[in-house]
């Protein structure tokens, strides 16, 4: 993988404007060169190699059994082909250990300093990469994420633009004055849609988890 692959990379998320309704977010299409965006498809694990969301130690038990994922740390790649490991071992080294999430700490700092204030300094930062699989019935209702996100950045991977409807939903909660501290998912009945980021061939959403971030996936009922 050449540098110019990563230039355009990190370019491309340093110019992006950032949103800032319903909540700081931007979304970026063609984030990474063709080649390579072909190449993480063929490199895509079957089902067998990911595990059940509610078998991962990360939510209650059995929930979501409609979503599985693979953890990009070396531990759960090592289950992969060697081309398949190799692939995501060196894309995970060339983009994640700390470069992306301190270039993202410093585009969203104003709104870092407006959530933690004098609590900044004592932040520790840590990442945390997996490939997610969702499958139909799939759905979750407005949520801020958990209490400990910093931000968030979902990367699109599907093979054409046939499921673009499908992607991530923001919402604004009707009572204007409600906030959630993350945690629980609400009724949808509560919230009127904002947008829905489309699910389009390789784009990435990026957000940062406030008090207000409420954001879900509408019931998936294609195949």
């Not at 990563?6 to 319903?22: D, N, W």
């Not at 979503?67 to 983009?95: V, Y």
């Not at 700390?98 to 609590?119: A, C, I, S, Y």
Request: charged share 25%; net charge neutral; aromatic share 10%.
């Amino acid at each position: 993988m050449s540098s110019g692959v990563e230039a355009q990379f990190f370019t491309k998320l340093g110019q992006a404007p950032i949103e800032t309704a319903p909540f700081p977010h931007f979304y970026i299409e063609n984030i990474f060169p063709d080649g390579l965006y072909a190449q993480m498809l063929r490199n895509l694990p079957a089902d067998g190699d990911l595990t059940p969301l509610g078998e991962s130690g990360l939510v209650t038990p059995g929930a979501y059994p409609e979503r599985s994922i693979l953890r990009l740390d070396g531990a759960e790649t090592a289950r992969l082909k060697d081309a398949q490991r190799n692939f995501w071992d060196d894309l995970a080294a060339r983009f994640l250990g700390g470069r992306l999430t301190e270039m993202l700490f410093q585009r969203f700092m104003p709104h870092v300093l407006e959530r933690f204030g004098k609590k900044l300094l004592k932040l520790r930062l840590a990442e945390q990469a997996m490939l997610v699989r969702d499958r139909t019935r799939y759905s979750l209702g407005p949520h801020t994420d958990a209490p400990h996100r910093l931000l968030t950045l979902l990367f699109y991977l599907p093979a054409d633009r046939s499921l673009a409807h499908l992607g991530t939903t923001l919402y604004a909660p009707k009572d204007k004055s409600f906030r959630c501290k993350g945690g629980p998912h609400h009724l949808r009945e509560a919230f009127n849609p904002v947008h829905t980021v489309p699910y389009k061939p390789n784009s990435v959403f990026a957000f940062m988890r406030t008090d207000v971030s409420f954001h879900g996936v509408e019931p998936i009922q294609d195949e």
